[in-house]
Nanobody, 124 residues
Framework: QVELVESGGGSVQAGGSLGLSCAVASTNTPSSYCMAWFRQAPGMEREGIARIYPGTGTTKYADSVKGRFTISQDNAKNTLSLQMNGLKSEDTAMYYC????????????????WGQGTQVTVSS
């Protein structure tokens, strides 16, 4: 069982930066999970934007955020983070933290655990 709680959302102007955090609580070792960030804008499908492999820390990004967003994990603090720079109005969405098995890291599929989400609004 994994519990995920996001924080750090808010409103920012275009070009600005924002950092999101996800507190991870698990009966297993949190660092054994593939961790990811997803987002969903109104009327749009949920989009996987960043994921980090357990153990190696290898990261993968969607083209829409590559070069602007950075995912990281602090295993000592059981925290997943997403640093967002160069924000655009199209980044406006609800952002979700998710956890899955190692195989989930091969794509943005089959993540079984989700946080409640945190809203990010970017004004132009």
């Amino acid at each position: 069982q994994v519990e995920l709680v996001e924080s750090g959302g808010g409103s920012v102007q275009a070009g600005g930066s924002l950092g999101l955090s996800c507190a991870v609580a698990s009966t297993n070792t949190p660092s054994s999970y593939c961790m990811a960030w997803f987002r969903q804008a109104p009327g749009m499908e949920r989009e996987g934007i960043a994921r980090i492999y357990p153990g190696t820390g290898t990261t993968k990004y969607a083209d829409s955020v590559k070069g602007r967003f950075t995912i990281s994990q602090d295993n000592a603090k059981n925290t997943l983070s997403l640093q967002m720079n160069g924000l655009k109005s199209e980044d406006t969405a609800m952002y979700y933290c998710a956890a899955g098995s190692f195989n989930s890291c091969y794509s943005f599929r089959d993540f079984g655990y989700w946080g409640q989400g945190t809203q990010v609004t970017v004004s132009s």
